[in-house]
């Protein structure tokens, strides 16, 4: 059942003298689900129109779940003849007496012959009286000129969290009725499996379910896993975002002991006790320093201790070559953060792609254009998304973004001390299977004064490899000569790292 709001919007768009609606999207069922519901309280006719089909008369509600188990053509209504041809079809409807909305699959395409858009043209001049309305989907649809003089955009929100409970009641009785699949979920992790789905069209919600169940003929709670997983791989294929699984158990943040006292306060934004007197949750941070100094691992230490779903924005997939598709991946990208709230929106190196490098004209303005998107949003979001931005380079970032207030908070990140150099050789030792106490950790750490978390792992790496060379165990003296041949970045940018650490001290918050 589609939202009652997103009914009420699209009905009074249609009562509106609005003759042609477009809805950029591929989820005909969705939209043909709506428009079911929108025709039904409006006692309006619906029509659909495809050029392999023609123009069929829609006949109350589809579970378009169940029709697909159906014999072929046993639930087609029969096409009005003659009308697969585009400008045939809107001779036709131009000439139907009856006030109805009629459906369009894929129809900006056939735009590029100048008669079917001055057809078109005719029947929305019509229509525009008669209080029938066009809609047209398909993605990407680009207009005419002429014909989005007439058109109004109507943006088709992701599933919401009860369109997927349904659709995932719906495929659990399917399955469990003809595929004999045990279906043991409880109510309680019912909940859980929804919220695994969010951010998934409905036609993916349903094949996933479909997928992990008849994998091993049974749909439990530990199926969420696996759907967390495909899930990933669904968000990687389709959009700039990448999806990040979460660890149940939480990241090991060595330091940025000021960081974890700030998101503890802030973590109670979230709470109800917050709400009722009327606090927002928290907006977002920002987190800029050098290069290997952990800023990547705080986003996911935050998610993974908040247990919320975790976005990466992919600046270098979000500039697009043609006109209006870099706008339309930055939109495409905060509605599905938003429609997975509440979650942690990672913006990578935001320099790179909302700095000012690319803030000239040399673009067309759209830098300007994403730029002040992005400020928009974060000023004025109500969803649950909270964003973590880490940067490099602030001579990159315009200076609007640092302003108190654009972010809850800005973090500065400077290179370990000496305590924090120890714990990070021993994570990372650990982790390579060495045991700590068997090397003179007071020397390495000395030795490494001014090395990035970073770099100390790289030197570790390193010095493996060395080690497998020479067939002999790692010791204390290979990690030190490996130090002493890497030059930090603290020496070959010791200017650029002096000039952040002066801004720093003026403008930002230490994380120790």
Not at 309 to 317: I, M, V
Not at 332 to 355: C, F, H, R, T
Not at 464 to 471: R, S, V
């Amino acid at each position: 059942m589609p939202q009652p709001n997103a009914i009420q919007e699209l009905q009074c768009l249609l009562l509106s003298f609005h003759p042609v609606i477009v809805m950029e999207t591929l989820e005909e069922e969705r939209v043909l689900a709506l428009l079911q519901n929108v025709v039904e309280d409006a006692k309006m006719s619906l029509f659909e129109w495809s050029l392999v089909q023609g123009l069929t008369k829609t006949h109350g509600a589809v579970n378009r779940w169940v029709d697909e188990c159906a014999p072929a053509g046993s639930n087609k209504p029969a096409a009005f003849e003659n009308t697969k041809d585009p400008l045939a079809l809107l001779q036709h409807i131009q000439d139907l007496p009856n006030k109805a909305v009629y459906l369009l699959k894929d129809f900006a395409k056939h735009f590029d012959e100048p008669d079917v858009v001055r057809q078109f043209r005719e029947v929305a001049q019509v229509f525009a009286q008669r209080r029938s309305t066009i809609v047209i989907t398909g993605d990407p649809i680009n207009l005419p000129r002429e014909i989005s003089h007439d058109a109004v955009y109507y943006d088709l929100k992701l599933p919401s969290s009860q369109e997927l409970h349904q659709v995932v009641s719906e495929v659990m009785r399917s399955l469990s009725t003809k595929n004999r699949v045990q279906v043991q979920i409880q109510e309680q992790d019912l909940g859980m499996l929804v919220q695994a789905l969010r951010g998934m069209t409905l036609k993916q919600a349903r094949q996933i379910i479909a997928y992990v169940s008849l994998a091993d003929g049974k749909l439990t709670a530990s199926d969420i896993d696996q759907i967390l997983e495909r899930k990933a791989q669904v968000i990687r294929s389709e959009g700039v975002l990448e999806y990040l699984a979460v660890d149940d158990n939480p990241l090991v943040l060595g330091g940025f002991n000021g960081l974890k006292r700030w998101l503890a306060r802030a973590r109670v934004g979230y709470t109800p006790q917050a709400q009722a007197l009327n606090l927002k949750p928290p907006r977002g941070i920002l987190i800029v320093g050098i290069q290997g100094c952990g800023k990547s691992l705080a986003a996911k230490a935050i998610a993974s201790e908040w247990k919320l779903p975790l976005l990466r924005l992919d600046a270098g997939r979000l500039y697009d070559k043609y006109v209006g598709e870099s706008e339309k991946n930055f939109r495409q990208s905060i509605a599905l953060a938003e429609s997975m709230s509440p979650s942690v929106l990672w913006v990578d190196e935001i320099e790179k792609s909302l700095g000012a490098s690319n803030n000239g004209d040399s673009d067309g303005g759209l830098s300007r254009r994403m730029f002040g998107s992005f400020l928009t949003w974060m000023q004025e979001k109500s969803q649950e998304v909270f964003v973590v931005a880490t940067a490099n380079d602030l001579s990159q970032l315009p200076p609007e973004l640092l302003r108190k207030g654009r972010f809850d908070e800005i973090f500065f990140v400077d290179l370990p001390d000496p305590q924090e150099r120890a714990m990070i050789w021993q994570i990372h030792l650990t982790l390579r299977k060495q045991n700590p106490r068997q090397f003179d950790l007071a020397a390495l750490v000395h030795a490494s004064d001014g090395f990035s978390g970073a770099e100390i792992e790289q030197a570790i790496i390193a010095a493996l490899y060395n080690a497998l060379y020479q067939n002999k165990p790692l010791d204390t003296a290979i990690l030190i000569s490996e130090i002493k041949n890497t030059i930090p970045l603290s020496v070959s940018r010791r200017e650029d790292l002096e000039r952040l650490r002066a801004i720093a001290q003026e403008r930002f918050v230490s994380v120790k």
